[in-house]
């Protein structure tokens, strides 16, 4: 598929986003309607948004609210099944990860720095049998955006994904290991399917707290929700602007 649009300007691209908070703004900047007749298997609280910037048609896709508990429908699971079922429904060129993440102030990351992924990675796979330890980890390098980076003011990192908002020791130490500056709960998992169909993706991720601080890392995290979201849809932005007109090769 990448191949299709490799001397081609990209022309579709699937915006993935785990949170309704971090979703809106996005859909607000780019006028985006939701779609009415959904894509998706009847019953499923999946979301999907979509319009057109600079002759870029936008898919913009969140997994929606709990059916039971109202909540988010976040992590590694729904963030796999909506991305599966939207490359299927859709056929982008191009998806675009976009989200917030926990920052390592030992690493450099600070509250509303936005980072461009270069790599990711799972933390909380662990299985200690030879070769299935390699697999669990899942590390994989991300579509490589070279002018998109030196052209915008984002920074650069690796990435690790886990189910739980907290971290345990034993995430700490396979954090360290992945090399990772910031963590989240979806995007080594959207890779790997975005790998499986070998479409190309990027990862955009704000940070909204500070892992290796004294703070509470829920707490950190709700109080910066709205400002650092702003922060992600300028990127988002940037980025959207930066890629229209452009084939794959001039990212």
Known sequence: MAAQVEKHPVSSILIVIAMQTEALPVVNKFQLVENPHTLFPGGVP?????????????????????LTLGVDSIGTVSASLVTYASIQALQPDLIINAGTAGGFKARGAGIGDVYLVSHVAFHDRRIPIPVFD?????????????????????????LSTGDSLDMTPQDEATITANDATVKDMEGAAVAYVA?????????????????????????????????????????????LDFIGGKCLSEL
Do not use: M
Request: net charge negative; no cysteine.
């Open 195 to 239: 790998d499986l169909f070998k479409v190309p993706a990027i990862f955009v991720k704000a940070v909204t707290d500070i892992v290796d601080s004294e703070k509470p890392t829920a707490e950190e995290f709700l109080q910066n929700l709205a400002a650092v979201t702003a922060a992600l849809d300028e990127a988002v932005t940037q980025i």
């Open 46 to 66: 999946w979301v999907h948004y979509h319009g057109t910037y600079k002759d870029i048609i936008i898919n913009l896709v969140w997994p929606g609210k709990d």
């Open 134 to 158: 390699i697999y669990g980890v899942g590390l994989r390098q991300t579509f490589s955006t070279p002018n998109l980076l030196n052209a915008l003011d984002l920074k650069a990192g690796k």
